[in-house]
């Protein structure tokens, strides 16, 4: 969550709407209470800016995202090994075509 008075992360959920739960994640973990402050992320907020669950899921968020103007997807793909992350992301390519 880095520095309080210049923050992308904080700004963004800001304009996302989350103003008063990004102060309070802000604050605990500048307050070096992390595992409190990420549990206070809303998780209306996490599953708004995630690609998380089954294929068709991911395919209607991708799909969301498109229609909202997103351009760009920044992708940490979650895997035991490397086949398999490059397999998401695979997956994430075809679902974004």
Same mark, same amino acid.
């Given at each position: 969550? !880095? ?5 992308? =992360?904080?700004?963004? @959920?800001? $304009? =996302? !709407?989350? %103003?008063?739960? %990004? *102060?309070?994640?802000?604050?605990? =973990? #500048? !307050? !070096?209470?992390?595992?409190? *402050?990420?549990? @206070? ?5 996490? $599953?708004?800016? &995630?690609?998380?669950?089954? $294929?068709?899921?991911? *395919?209607e968020r991708v799909a969301a995202f498109r229609e909202a103007g997103v351009? +760009? #997807?920044? *992708? +940490?793909? #979650?895997? %035991?090994?490397? @086949?398999d992350r490059l397999r998401s992301i695979e997956i994430l390519k075809e679902?974004? &075509?």
């Amino acid at each position: 969550m !880095g520095a309080r008075g210049k923050n992308f =992360y904080n700004d963004l @959920a800001v $304009r =996302y !709407g989350f %103003a008063g739960q %990004a *102060a309070t994640v802000q604050d605990l =973990y #500048l !307050g !070096g209470r992390k595992e409190e *402050a990420a549990a @206070a992320l809303p998780e209306e907020l996490v $599953r708004g800016i &995630s690609l998380v669950g089954p $294929r068709g899921h991911v *395919a209607e968020r991708v799909a969301a995202f498109r229609e909202a103007g997103v351009t +760009t #997807l920044n *992708a +940490t793909p #979650l895997a %035991a090994d490397h @086949a398999d992350r490059l397999r998401s992301i695979e997956i994430l390519k075809e679902l974004a &075509s």
